[in-house]
């Protein structure tokens, strides 16, 4: 409260509301720094003091009990612009259902990020047991030079695809749900990324299923 004194080796914790810059920004980026400061007159001076700006630190400094709560910056998360998805079998429970993915990031990636493919559930990225989905690039008519420019790219070296289910409770008769493709090198703002995936289709189809498709990315 305001007159108050804040003893010495006090601990305070603060909620505060912020506006996020317009520009995306990643919790690595140079300008993304946060510190603290104080100021106050103490108890006799008319003037006041100030602290030295104080960086956070992470949760490290901290007791056990919050271990992996605190972090000394928050990232602005980019959009990914034109997300689009093409698949090529339609059948319910189809096997072989390959999907042509196209999508551009709002920022880099940074180095061995991972590209997030979630379905609604019930359709399964695992083709390959136990857990293994199936990427590749698409026909090379996608990636051709138009006029000198090249609008579609493939991904920059894919690692490895692993998939999971996106729902806490689970996801019914051991589909997979989620596909989390590993890239080596980063993902460029400018580039349009095209990439295929193959997938199982659902054994039903829902209304609700055209609109629960998302692609995301993860530093």
């Known amino acids: ?125 695992a083709t390959v047991v136990p857990d293994k989905c199936q990427v590749n690039p698409l026909p090379g008519t996608y990636y051709r030079l138009a006029q000198g420019v090249q609008h579609t790219h493939a991904l920059p070296t894919v690692q490895n695809c692993i998939s999971d289910c996106s729902v806490l409770w689970g996801c019914p008769d051991a589909t997979l749900n989620r596909a989390r493709l590993t890239i080596q090198n980063s993902l460029e703002p400018e580039f349009l990324y095209g990439f295929s995936v193959k997938v199982i289709n659902k054994v039903d189809f829902a209304e609700d299923d055209a609109f629960t498709w998302s692609i995301s990315t993860v530093d």
């Open 1 to 125: 409260k305001a007159g108050m004194l804040i003893p010495a080796k006090t601990r305070l914790f603060l909620k505060l509301l912020v506006n996020n810059p317009d520009t995306p920004m990643q919790k690595t980026y140079v300008l993304n720094q946060w510190s603290l400061s104080l100021s106050s007159k103490g108890w006799y001076r008319k003037s006041l003091q100030h602290t030295p700006a104080a960086p956070f630190v992470d949760d490290t400094a901290f007791i056990e009990e919050v271990a992996g709560t605190y972090s000394i910056n928050v990232a602005v998360l980019g959009k990914v612009s034109y997300p689009n998805l093409q698949p090529s079998v339609f059948t319910a429970g189809a096997v072989n259902n390959e999907l042509k993915i196209f999508f551009r990031p709002e920022q880099r990636s940074g180095y061995s990020s991972v590209i997030l493919v979630a379905g609604p559930v019930g359709f399964n990225f």
